[in-house]
């Protein structure tokens, strides 16, 4: 009889990109309590996060601290990880590069901060995504999975920024519906080399907002709460594994609902 867990996992080799971030943190708990060879990629040194993963991981978590819009350290990075290991089986990425005026209204935002954006935030996305399925192509397998957003999809609801000084960035939109479309590309472009591409498009992330902007989000979600960082981790556990060998080019919307009303 077939087995349905996930112990396909187990020793697989797996980088996860943005691992100190709020959703990276908790993928690299998840992937480790299923003893992968964890690869960790951030800007950031979270010694002490690095040492407890390695408490709940019988493999060695190696970190990575580089600018992943760095081309030479990138092509560093997977060089490395090809020596240590010989080989990609997961790729996840969840990194957030941003400029420091990301979040100005649209119509205050230059036109030099959305370039910047594009650049730094899908150009990014799309040059790892580049490396690693040449890796992957040669191995003849392998798991993508890029870390969009339902603003990637639907127009925002400015509605629930109201009160607040909060706002959803122009340039938000166009990175994650630009990781859409490429994942879509990928998948389609490497699936004869049994490679899949997919995304994630988590709703809104619960990060201790402001309240007037949380119950005003709530509100609209069918599900009446905001995302935890957890909510994702069983989802991205699903695309790496083997119970997902049918699915690629696939935008996995994690949201309470909120896209189908």
């Known amino acids: 009889m ?15 990109v943005g691992g100190f971030g709020l959703i990276g943190k908790e993928l690299c708990q998840g992937f480790c309590q299923h ?3 964890l690869v960790v990629v951030d800007i950031g040194e979270k010694k002490k996060f690095i040492d407890g993963l390695n408490k709940i991981n019988k493999n060695t978590i190696f970190h990575y601290q ?11 990075l997977f060089n490395s990880i090809i020596i240590r290991f010989k080989a990609i089986d997961v790729f996840v990425n969840c990194s957030f590069p941003k400029t420091p005026d990301w979040s100005l209204n649209v119509e205050k935002v230059k036109y030099g901060s959305i370039k910047s954006n594009l650049i ?19 191995q003849k397998k392998g798991s993508i999975i890029n870390f969009s957003s339902i603003y990637g999809l639907v127009g925002p ?22 990781i859409n479309t490429m994942t879509r590309y ?19 992330v619960f990060d201790n907002q402001n309240k007037k902007f949380v119950k005003a989000y709530e509100d609209f979600v ?16 699903f695309l790496a594994s ?6 690629t080019g696939h935008n996995l919307l994690v949201d309470g609902g909120w896209t189908i009303i």
Do not use: W
């Open 66 to 76: 580089i600018d992943i819009n760095n081309e030479k350290a990138v092509k560093q």
């Open 2 to 16: 077939k087995n349905y867990n996930l112990s396909d996992l187990n020793d697989k080799v797996v980088v996860i």
């Open 242 to 247: 083997d119970g997902s060998s049918y699915i």
């Open 120 to 138: 730094n935030h899908l150009g990014s996305y799309y040059n790892l995504t580049q490396q690693v399925t040449l890796i992957m192509k040669k």
């Open 186 to 204: 990928f998948a389609s472009y490497y699936g004869k080399y049994n490679v899949r591409v997919n995304c994630i498009s988590p709703g809104g």
């Open 222 to 237: 069918p599900l009446k709460r905001m995302a935890k960082p957890e909510d994702l981790v069983l989802p991205t556990l």
């Open 35 to 37: 003893n992968v060879k």
């Open 157 to 178: 609801n400015f509605q629930i920024y109201e009160g607040t000084k909060m706002t959803s960035p122009s340039a938000y939109a166009l990175i994650k519906g630009g």
